[in-house]
């Protein structure tokens, strides 16, 4: 058996072979390969292993702004149409998707953003998508990327989705989930959260796939809306819709440039989060107000909007969190805040505090994350219906932990980024009736009102932000107050 590779044919002049060809390396197709396989590979989320990336390809030079506009949109478009996309190359080849290579499921996804979901000319997508399966794959494979990515490009998205997606009226989820690129079973719990008819799921769906803004928040004390306003310029940036404390940056804008976000005077925060954050802050309490804890505190945000307002009240914050690493962050998102503020590692469920100690508590709940899809749009297709059983133990118990912690007459805040209703108003009511434990002596209070200006927030008391009717991620709060 010869072990020595092929030589490949030459060009002699005299009617040889064709003469082999060095693929073209492209470096933002490369970079955007590398990428998704982080996600597929690591469990990697996008939003932390394209930065890095990004940052690697500037300072070697030759790879520019637009370059890096094109590298994000080929990633996130990506994702976001996985389930589109997987049913459209199901189509175009002769075994199951299952028993294609992930790296060939890459490429060829990415074939497909290109030709489906950009403006980049067919024979454009089709031509560099075989340049990167030479480059990452090997010739042999990349025979059969041409091959299928010929098929994909004889229709545009409109005949595709005709063709693999059920009609409505036979299979209403089957066919938002192939549309609108979501897992059925998530189709089904956000339609159940939501509620009403085809319009509200598809502008929801449809909201879920659009690149959210990015979101300043000037932190009470240390900046001011006016300052980042300025900072952006007259194009850069536009007031928040909601927050008081908002502003959103014009698409392309860099946040980690500003000053105020260098010295930790602001930050990059959606504003939902920051809603929760200002309506647990402005909720009424009776007696005292001088003790606020963050018991899920982790990275730091809405930790860090806490503490600014509690500076300005005289008030002191114990932030808390569970994961060393993400107190860590905790404690870097908090630097230079004004007032009096202290960072521990605690596990919420077995907390080191007394009962009754603080007089305003939010408990930012692990859960999901089916809230944030447009940020992160690789979660959907990593959970399961299973994880919501894992998530409800622990919700539970840092809500009935967070009631134990406040004193009576304080004020509780349970937030969860998850309009999932499993984890959001089944889990106060358990609580609160005392299933699963004893019952807990708290009332309701109606956020609403401490969210003015803000429309659709349904019938109270508790509040569902959604991202295609507030701009938000889909953060749900309720308020509680401790009665004995």
């Not at 990506?78 to 080849?93: F, K, N, P, S």
């Not at 938002?176 to 939501?194: F, K, M, T």
């Not at 009736?433 to 803000?454: C, N, S, T, Y």
């Not at 569902?464 to 953060?475: C, F, N, R, Y």
Request: aromatic content about 4%.
């Amino acid at each position: 058996m010869n072990d020595q590779p092929r030589s490949r044919p030459q060009n002699n002049g005299k009617g040889g072979g064709k003469p082999y060809r060095r693929p073209k390396k492209d470096p933002v197709r490369i970079l955007a390969f590398e990428a998704l396989r982080a996600v597929d590979e690591r469990d990697a989320y996008a939003n932390l292993v394209l930065p890095p990336l990004l940052r690697k390809a500037r300072e070697g030079g030759n790879f520019d702004g637009r370059d890096a506009a094109l590298a994000t949109e080929l990633v996130y478009g990506t994702l976001r149409r996985q389930g589109t996309y997987d049913a459209i190359i199901a189509e175009c080849i002769d075994r199951p998707l299952r028993e294609v290579d992930p790296p060939v499921l890459d490429v060829l996804a990415l074939g497909a953003h290109q030709l489906l979901g950009t403006r980049i000319p067919s024979h454009a997508a089709v031509s560099a998508s075989v340049e990167l399966a030479r480059v990452v794959l090997g010739d042999g494979r990349a025979r059969f990327v041409n091959a299928v990515l010929r098929k994909i490009a004889a229709n545009d998205l409109d005949g595709w989705l005709e063709k693999v997606a059920p009609p409505y009226d036979e299979d209403a989820e089957d066919h938002l989930a192939i549309v609108h690129s979501h897992p059925r079973w998530v189709v089904s719990a956000l339609w159940d959260a939501l509620g009403g008819g085809r319009a509200g799921i598809e502008d929801l769906l449809e909201a879920d796939n659009e690149r959210p803004e990015v979101t300043l928040v000037a932190r009470p004390g240390r900046s001011t809306t006016d300052e980042l306003m300025d900072a952006l310029g007259e194009d850069g940036g536009l007031p928040g819709r909601w927050s008081p404390y908002a502003v959103r940056m014009a698409e392309g804008g860099e946040p980690g440039a500003l000053d105020a976000v260098k010295d930790g005077r602001a930050g990059v925060q959606d504003e939902g989060s920051q809603l929760v954050a200002v309506a647990l802050a402005n909720a009424p309490i009776e007696g005292r107000d001088e003790r606020w804890l963050d018991g899920c505190a982790g990275p730091g945000g809405k930790a860090a909007l806490l503490a600014a307002l509690a500076a300005e009240r005289g008030a002191a914050l114990l932030a808390s969190e569970k994961q060393p690493h993400r107190a860590r962050l905790v404690e870097r998102a908090l630097a230079g805040n004004p007032g009096p503020y202290q960072v521990i590692a605690a596990d919420g469920t077995r907390p080191p505090w007394l009962p009754g100690s603080f007089d305003r508590v939010l408990m930012d709940v692990p859960c999901s994350g089916l809230g944030a899809l447009r940020r992160r749009p690789e979660a959907r297709w990593r959970r399961r219906p299973e994880d919501l059983d894992g998530f409800a133990p622990l919700q539970r118990g840092l809500l009935r932990e967070a009631l134990s912690a406040v004193r009576v007459g304080g004020v509780v805040g349970y937030a969860t980024c998850s309009p999932h209703l499993a984890e959001t108003r089944i889990v106060v009511e358990d609580v609160l009736k005392g299933r699963g434990g004893a019952p807990v002596e708290a009332e309701w209070i109606d956020v609403r009102p401490l969210m003015p200006g803000v429309a659709g927030l349904g019938d109270g008391p508790d509040v569902q932000l959604w991202p295609h009717m507030h701009g938000t991620d889909a953060m749900y709060l309720a308020l509680l107050r401790r009665t004995a």
